[in-house]
């Protein structure tokens, strides 16, 4: 896609720290990484987010997906990894060429705080049936 700012980093047109790639992925550093070894999986496959991106396209960037992480694991030692991807701009997307963040984790302080409020009271038994049907209506 012409003015996509990963598309042009793919290309080589804009410079990034590249980590990997093969025919169907592209992994670099995040230019503002939330904890050490921050990096962003990317199809090479334009992509809007998620719902735009075609089967074959989330099997190479899954497949590829844990050969980076183990990399990254390889390299820095973390304890943990969060894999993160924000699909809309309601939901943090600023770049809209899909992009599976892979932030490693140390502890607490390590920069990435993920809060998770759940909301179990408001999903008995019940809704969360009928919520699992409407799902599956659409499949
Ligand atoms: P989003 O908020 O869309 O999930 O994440 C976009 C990510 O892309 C951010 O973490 C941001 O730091 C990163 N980013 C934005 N522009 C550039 C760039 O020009 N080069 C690199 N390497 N990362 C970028
Ligand atoms: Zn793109």
Wanted: net charge negative; proline share 5%.
């Amino acid at each position: 896609m012409n003015d996509c700012l990963f598309c042009k980093i793919i290309a080589g047109d804009i410079p990034s720290l590249k980590v990997y790639e093969d025919d169907h992925v592209f992994a670099f550093m995040d230019i503002a990484p939330l904890t050490k070894g921050h990096t962003l999986l990317i199809p090479k496959t334009h992509c809007k987010d998620l719902f735009e991106m075609p089967e074959d396209v989330a099997r190479n960037l899954y497949a590829a997906a844990p050969k980076v992480a183990n990399a990254i694991k390889a390299a820095f030692n973390p304890v943990g990894m969060n894999t993160i991807n924000n699909n809309g701009a309601a939901a943090g997307q600023t770049v809209f060429h899909y992009h599976l963040h892979l932030v490693p984790r140390y502890d607490e302080t390590d920069g990435l705080v993920v809060e998770w409020n759940s909301r179990q009271q408001d999903f008995q038994a019940d809704v969360l049936t009928n919520l699992s049907e409407q799902i599956k209506a659409q499949l």
